[in-house]
């Protein structure tokens, strides 16, 4: 029992509840027995009693720990609660300091979080942690050459698993992923089963680096180790059942979908879902998928969202409310300024019947030259619009040759697209024959 | 239509008020902020005169001390298919400072490992027994996953370290691990194919042995680590009780039936001393620890590391290639003195820099806390005696440099027989509480079986601690005493591992 006042309300629960009673979920029997996160918590609320500002800040921790494994929200504003009851009691209490960096990366307050990064940094230069938190903060900025010197500097410091995930993702967007894949099995080698959710995280974007460039056997392999890692992890379940959608077993990805969503309701696993549906003919319940998503997002947008992007992209991918897609773009691109927020705001322009805006978008979405084959679909279809055929057929090769699994909705749509672009083409070689 | 219905009912559901506040998961782009880094996560230290029946009876000059460090500490043997072994990225050092000026870098030994995957079709690591071949060699073909390592001697560093003299030892040879105690039907001779894996070089009389072996630290952690709750209230045991090293009065061992990872260096007292002959009272005593560090890695491949003005810190001197990122020497300095926020730059720094750090020796908050749960006082600050005992070797004066937390062994005292070997080293006493040291034991290098949280609790707490024989109540391992090198028991195997748990 906590002994203090922290929000004790659990909204993203209250959500799950709230579409088990409307029948949209299943109901899901819990998990047997504490997970890590658990005894980290209840472990540091035994402390609280002695009311010193580090059993504050180990409770704010084990919130965070609990989000990331649980992806329920409501742990961030208790760790936030938590690190305000530790800096009442000592306002310059640095550890209190540093983790609230990380907090208000959870709560995607990225400009406070940067802050925050700055000012515990200033207090302990020599603390990997806080470059950490500032790499974290610039990429979602959109600062990419102050997160790699952050990044460095952690390296430099303390390579392990944190760093080594850090500085994997830089070189991803840097348009290296051979480099990132070396990076982040070094950090799976470097990661624990006595903190399986920093293990199997590690693990699924292994994962993710290798279907990006269309290898689905290790993708799945990868994600397979971080299930054993972690059982029930849902971000491994929901690439899990991507890699198997790709594969065309269309009836295990919705399984495996199914599983990820009873475990946590993000509004991107239920429109994989419905994406799954679509691709085997069953229209009506792809609907049903969608208009959860379109629920979650009425939802969310009336308690104020963390995921703008995913209900953006969802709505201009599916051709829903695309409006609001353009809307919630936006509204994040104030909040960031990294290539996948141009990307969502690029694609979001592009559905609304603005090709020119959207190619600037999609130019400064593939500015560092990453290699990812949504993001040179989108740009490949906005040059289309824009009436630039050669160089959408150029985007639109460069996405089926990264990974002609990219999107079960959407490689469909782009094998047409550029085989009705180089149609023409094909044509005109033929009559000089 | 149904989806309707499904409507009305989350209205209703949103009408009652369940719609709190945010909605639904975040996303987690975030990278997570934790790092166990088991592989070069060091758990013990050891070093030793040797305690085997042949190095006791050796003449002084002849004698070899023993060189360990544990690493991927609390394996649960159980947890197969996971195959526990040492991280090829990581770099495992033994360092040896042996003319007392604080700097362990006058004889080094460093362990490089590299895995191979022979047989990557296979479906698990490890296959073998039964209608197999069970795994009796080191190189079976049912072992897929080989992991292998070179030895290097380091010494005669000069020009700052950057040039020294470097050999491979065993002919340049890489020497096999020994692998995890998967179970009987596997490995059905365990320990014939542990003892493979104890290799002597012909050169130099070395031995080593790298591999899983039983975790013989015996601590009640659950009591000591809740503010050094014991089990039992001050005092907690009679002298008769503590001189008992046959059975723990109370209390529980949390490493019960765990495994570790183990390298062991044995080496010719000669080759470490500075003048390269038999110790004396003179150049016997020689200061060690051991480090883990990670290869130095960039942002952009092949690209120059970002900030080329000044290294991070100046106590960082590190090699060139490797970024130091844990060291170990006496046992729990890093859990009972090193404040928490200052444990990683503790394991960044050279263990000469330590006089950057005395406060925390000085202040002793383990002491602090040993005195407010138990009423019991202890010493006044500042506490010299604990930075002399940690960080100085015997003849120095409190007030002078150099200071380095080293294990500091004096190989001029002679190995205790392992049937005389007293849990409480110097300390030891009958049932009368009369003192019956046995000189080679802790604080006077550490051996594996010695009880450091009694002998430290009772350094921390002093005199009154010491007179009332305080201690958690465990300081016996089940496996008992390992007479011969590598000197650490066989691993728990995987199938019929077990923890005691209280009372057992």
Known sequence: ?433 | MHTRRRYTLAAAGLALGLWAVPAGAASHREAPLMTLDPGADITDVYAFVSYDADNVARPLAERRVTLIMNAVPGQEPGSGPNYFAFDDNVLYVLHVDNNRDGVAEDVSYEFEFNTQVENPDQFLATLGGGPLPPIDTLDAAGLSRKQRYTVTEVRNCRKGGRKCDRTVLFGGKALLTVPSNIGPRTMPQYEALAAQGIYTDPDTNIRVFAGQRAETFAIDLGAVFDTLNLRRPLPAQSAAEDADDTKNPFGFNNFSGFNVNTIALEVPITRLTKDGKAPTAETGTIGMYASTSRQKETVRRGAPAINPKKPPRELLRGEKRFVQVSRMANPLVNELIIPIGNKDLWNATEPEDEGLLLRFYQNLQVADALQAVSGVPVPPKPRDDIVHLLTQYADQKVSDPPFAELLRLDTTVDPTPVDKIRRLGPFAHDADGKATPDMAGFPNGRRPNDDVTDLVVRVAGGKNYIENFVGDGVGIQEKGITPAFPFLPTPYDGRDRKHLDPGE
């Open chain 1, 1 to 433: 029992m906590t002994l203090f006042s922290i929000p004790t309300s659990r909204p993203g629960r209250a959500l799950a509840a709230t579409l088990v009673l409307a029948g949209l979920l299943p109901a899901r029997a819990r998990s047997a027995g504490p997970s890590p996160a658990d005894r980290a918590i209840a472990a540091a609320e035994q402390k609280l009693a002695g009311n010193r500002p580090d059993a504050y800040v180990e409770l704010a921790t084990a919130f965070m720990r609990k989000s990331r494994e649980s992806a329920d929200p409501s742990y961030y504003a208790r760790a936030a609660a938590a690190l305000d009851r530790a800096l009442a009691l000592d306002s310059d209490d640095y550890d209190a300091l540093r983790t609230r960096a990380w907090v208000l990366l959870g709560q995607h307050d990225f400009r406070a979080a940067l802050a925050a990064a700055e000012r515990a940094r200033g207090l302990r230069p020599e603390d990997w942690w806080n470059y950490g938190t500032l790499a974290d903060a610039c990429v979602e900025l959109g600062d990419y050459e102050r997160a790699e010197v952050a990044a460095q500097r952690m390296l430099d410091l303390r390579p392990g698993l944190p760093a080594y995930t850090r500085a994997a993702f830089l070189r991803t967007v840097f348009g290296d992923r051979p480099g990132a894949i070396e990076l982040l099995a070094r950090a799976a080698r470097a990661g624990s089963p006595r903190d399986p959710e920093s293990l199997a995280w590690t693990l699924v974007y292994l994962g993710h680096e290798y279907f990006a460039t269309g290898k689905l056997a290790a993708a799945a392999a990868a994600y397979t180790r971080a299930l054993a890692v972690l059982p029930d992890h849902y971000l491994a379940l929901g690439s899990l059942a991507r890699v198997r959608a790709a594969e065309g077993r269309l009836d295990e990805a919705a399984a495996l979908y199914r599983q990820a969503v009873a475990r946590v309701p993000s509004p991107d696993l239920v429109s994989a879902l419905g994406d799954v549906h679509a691709a085997a003919g069953q229209a009506d319940e792809a609907e049903h998928e969608y208009a959860l998503v379109d629920y979650m997002g009425q939802v969310a947008e009336a308690t104020g969202t963390t995921y703008g992007r995913q209900l953006a992209l969802f709505y201009a991918d599916h051709d829903r409310r695309l409006p609001d897609a353009l809307r919630l773009a936006e509204q994040e691109a104030t909040m960031r300024g990294d290539i996948y927020t141009d990307d969502a705001l690029a694609w979001a322009l592009y559905k609304n019947g603005r090709p020119a805006p959207a190619a600037r978008a999609a130019h400064r979405a593939l500015r560092l030259g990453t290699e990812d084959a949504l993001l040179e679909y989108h740009a490949g279809l906005i040059a289309a619009a824009a009436h630039h055929p050669r160089r959408a057929a150029r985007h639109l090769r460069r996405a089926l040759g990264l990974n002609p699994y990219f999107d079960l909705r959407q490689a469909p749509i782009a094998r047409a697209r550029l085989a009705a672009l180089d149609a023409p083409a094909r044509i005109v070689l033929g009559g000089k024959e």
